[in-house]
């Protein structure tokens, strides 16, 4: 079993900032692609950064600039910190990761729960 717990979410003000933190648990043995997206209210999910185990990012031209996607490999970690913060980056922030359980062998995209990022003055 794989989960995903993230931390990091609440209110700021315009121009804040924040930092969010995404850790897997269980075992694992091995993950490829960490992100993060964003969901709001009636919109879809979006990917708002990538990172690949070997450092490749890809980051949405929305928040390229204002947001940065690091990892640690070791602590199967992936973190976004989210600089110049605007209302329209309100939205739940989701984590993901490709993890190889031990249990299956196989490929899976596992989600976090979700935190809340709400930027209001």
């Known amino acids: 079993q794989v989960q995903l717990v993230e931390s990091g979410g609440g209110l700021v003000q315009p121009g804040g900032s924040l930092r969010l933190s995404c850790k897997a648990a269980?075992?694992?043995?091995?993950?490829?692609?960490m992100g993060w997206y964003r969901q709001g209210p009636g919109n879809q999910r979006d990917l708002v950064a990538a990172i690949t185990s070997d450092g490749s990012t890809n980051v949405a031209d929305s928040v390229k600039g204002r947001f940065t996607i690091s990892r640690d490999n070791v602590e199967n970690a992936v973190y976004l910190q989210m600089n110049s913060l605007k209302p329209e980056d309100t939205a739940a922030y989701y984590c993901?990761?490709?993890?190889?359980?031990?249990?299956?062998?196989?490929?899976?995209?596992?989600w976090g729960q979700g935190t809340q990022v709400t930027v209001s003055s």
């Open positions: 269980g075992s694992i043995l091995s993950i490829d692609v």
């Open positions: 993901s990761a490709d993890c190889v359980p031990v249990a299956t062998g196989r490929r899976f995209r596992y």
